[in-house]
C-alpha cells in the first residue's frame, strides 16, 4: 500500500494510485465521507424523481406563443451541461437553435421571442439567476429549474414563470440527471425534442444496472469503471467522442475527472481532433514516451516512467438513419477506427466505450453512467476525498470576499 502524502493545505492522498484501496469497501466508503458514491447511483432514482415533478409543473405557458426563435439554456458547469443534452436529444433536425450559455446574464440578441431555460442546482447560481432576471426585464419566456425555495424559485414567481423544484441532495456534478429531465420536459413542451415516457423509464433502468455493475462491492476484475479508473491512473487523459452524443458524454467525462480526480484531460469531438488535436498521439507524452516503455519492466518499480498519454475513444454507432445525421454514420464510424489504429500504431493504450440503448437519451446515458463512477473510484485510488474540493472553496472566498466588518 502507498503512503499517504499531504500537500497544498487541506489536500491529502496518495501520488501514485492504490489498487488495493478499490478492493476493500469499508475502507473505499470511509474515504468518501459525503456520499459521492451513494449519490451516484441514485442517478436511475434521479430521473424518476424529477420527471415525476416536472409532469406536476404546467408547462404549457411556454408553447401558447408558438415556436420560439431560439432557446437558451443559462448556467454552469453541470446545469450547462444540460444544455448540450437538449441539443443532443432534440437532434440535427431541430427547427430552432438551442444555445448554452454559460456566463452572466444572456446573449444581447435575446428578446420576447426567445426562450430562457435557466438551471441551477442549488438555486442561487448568480449566472442563472442573472439569466432569469435578464429574460424576464427583455420580456422573453422563461422556465427555471433548481432548488425548491431557493432565489431561483422566488425570480421565477416574481415573473410569473413555470419553475420546477428539484430537491439538491448532492453537490451539483452528482446530480445530472436530476437537472437534465426537467430541461427535457421543457424542451418538449416546445415542441423541439421528442421525450417518451419510455424513454425516460428505459433510461432509468439503464442507470440502475449500471450502478449495479459499478457497485463498490464488485472487484476490479469484474467492476468496468474500477477497471476504467486503474487504466487511466497516472496518466494524461484524452477523451474524444464519435458523434454529437458521444462527444456531449466525452465532456462529461473530463468535467468528472477533473472535478473529483484532480485529472487534467482533454475532451472534444473526434472529427475536430482530426485536424490537429491527433497530432498528441505522436508527442512527448504520447508515441514519443511509448517508445522508451520496456515492454518487461515492472510497472509497480518502475518510478522514473514518463507520464504518458491515455485515450478514451467514446462511440455513438449511430442510432439514426444517415439522413438525420450532422455527419453519415460511416463516416464517424471510419474515424473512430482510424484514431484507434494510430493509438495501436504509436503505443498508446485506448479504451473504448460504445453507445447501448434504443433511444438517444438511453444511449446517452450508457456512455455516462460506467465513466461517473470511473472518475470517483480513480480519486479514492489516490487516497482523495471526491466531494472535498479545497480549492474550489478558496476559489469562491477568493472571488467574493466579505465586507471588512464583517470578516
Not at 467514446?314 to 442510432?319: A, I, K, T
Amino acid at each position: 500500500m502507498v503512503s499517504p502524502l499531504s500537500g497544498s493545505p487541506g489536500v491529502n492522498g496518495h501520488r501514485v494510485a492504490d489498487e488495493s484501496l478499490l478492493n476493500d469497501e469499508k475502507s473505499m466508503l470511509g474515504n468518501d465521507p459525503g456520499g459521492m458514491l451513494r449519490a451516484t447511483a441514485s442517478a436511475g432514482a434521479q430521473v424518476r424523481e424529477s420527471a415525476a415533478l416536472s409532469a406536476e409543473v404546467d408547462l404549457s405557458m411556454l408553447a401558447d406563443e408558438g415556436r420560439p426563435r431560439a432557446v437558451v439554456v443559462a448556467g454552469i458547469g453541470t446545469a450547462g451541461l444540460t444544455g448540450s443534452i437538449l441539443s443532443t436529444v432534440a437532434g440535427p433536425r431541430c427547427p430552432v437553435p438551442i444555445i448554452g450559455h454559460r456566463s452572466a446574464g444572456v446573449p444581447g440578441w435575446v428578446g420576447a421571442a426567445d426562450v430562457v431555460i435557466a438551471v441551477s442546482a442549488s438555486g442561487r447560481s448568480p449566472e442563472a439567476l442573472a439569466a432569469a432576471e435578464a429574460a424576464h426585464r427583455r420580456g422573453a419566456r422563461l422556465v427555471a429549474i433548481g432548488n425548491p425555495g431557493s432565489e431561483l424559485e422566488a425570480l421565477a414567481e416574481r415573473a410569473r414563470a413555470p419553475f420546477i423544484g428539484v430537491p439538491r441532495r448532492a453537490p451539483a456534478r452528482a446530480t445530472l440527471w436530476g437537472l437534465t429531465i426537467p430541461v427535457l420536459f421543457a424542451g418538449r413542451a416546445l415542441g423541439i425534442a421528442k421525450l417518451a415516457e419510455a424513454d425516460v423509464a428505459e433510461t432509468a433502468t439503464r442507470l440502475d444496472a449500471d450502478a449495479e455493475r459499478c457497485r463498490p462491492g464488485a472487484d476490479s476484475f469484474v467492476n468496468p469503471a474500477k477497471e476504467l479508473a486503474l487504466g487511466l491512473a497516472g496518466s494524461v487523459p484524452i477523451v474524444w467522442g464519435s458523434s454529437p452524443l458521444a462527444t456531449v458524454a466525452a465532456r462529461r467525462f473530463a468535467d468528472t475527472l477533473a472535478s473529483n480526480a484532480r485529472y487534467p484531460v482533454m475532451a472534444g469531438a473526434l472529427g475536430e481532433a482530426g485536424r490537429g488535436r491527433v497530432g498528441l498521439l505522436d508527442g512527448v507524452f504520447g508515441g514519443l514516451a511509448e517508445g522508451t516503455r520496456d515492454i518487461f519492466a515492472d510497472p509497480e518499480e518502475d518510478e522514473q516512467k514518463p507520464t504518458r498519454l491515455r485515450l478514451v475513444v467514446f462511440r455513438d454507432g449511430g442510432l439514426n438513419p444517415e439522413d438525420d445525421a450532422d455527419e453519415p454514420v460511416a463516416v464517424e464510424e471510419r474515424r473512430a477506427d482510424a484514431v484507434q489504429t494510430l493509438a495501436e500504431r504509436r503505443g498508446v493504450r485506448c479504451d473504448v466505450l460504445t453507445a447501448e440503448g434504443g433511444s438517444t437519451l438511453e444511449r446517452l446515458a450508457s456512455l455516462v453512467a460506467v465513466p461517473d463512477y470511473a472518475s470517483l473510484y480513480l480519486a479514492l485510488a489516490h487516497g482523495l476525498d471526491p466531494m472535498a474540493v479545497p480549492a474550489i472553496s478558496e476559489m469562491k472566498e477568493l472571488s467574493n470576499p466579505l465586507p471588512d466588518g464583517l470578516q
